[in-house]
Nanobody, 121 residues
Framework: QVQLVESGGGLVQPGGSLRLSCVFSGISFGVYATGWYRQAPGKQRELVADIAAHYANLGRTNYADSVTGRFTLSRDNSKNTLYLQMSNLKPEDTAVYYC???????????WGQGTQVTVSS
């Protein structure tokens, strides 16, 4: 059974930092791309950052332009955990953040339950 469990959201002041974690079970990073998406109220869900499946693209990392230089994606394969280190947070980063696993051939997609990030003074 596939499970994605996120944690680490919360309230932070502008300029602050947070680290999100997503623990995966039931998938292999070799054939699944994994990443973080976010959805702000009234907006569509958008990509924040992801790591390609090693099989498909040797685990290349991709970032949205809006977070490049402020957010860092990393993964601990021994813990089956994906991290998103967020720094210099801005009010426009406020959203529900979801982790996602997508099989390299797009035949299977899984989402976590989401974790709220609020950036406000």
């Amino acid at each position: 059974q596939v499970q994605l469990v996120e944690s680490g959201g919360g309230l932070v002041q502008p300029g602050g930092s947070l680290r999100l974690s997503c623990v995966f079970s039931g998938i292999s990073f070799g054939v699944y791309a994994t990443g973080w998406y976010r959805q702000a109220p009234g907006k569509q869900r958008e990509l924040v950052a992801d790591i390609a499946a090693h099989y498909a693209n040797l685990g290349r990392t991709n970032y949205a332009d809006s977070v490049t230089g402020r957010f860092t994606l990393s993964r601990d394969n021994s813990k089956n955990t994906l991290y998103l280190q967020m720094s210099n947070l801005k009010p426009e980063d406020t959203a529900v953040y979801y982790c996602k696993a997508r099989r390299f051939d797009d035949t299977q997609v899984y989402w976590g339950q989401g974790t709220q990030v609020t950036v406000s003074s």
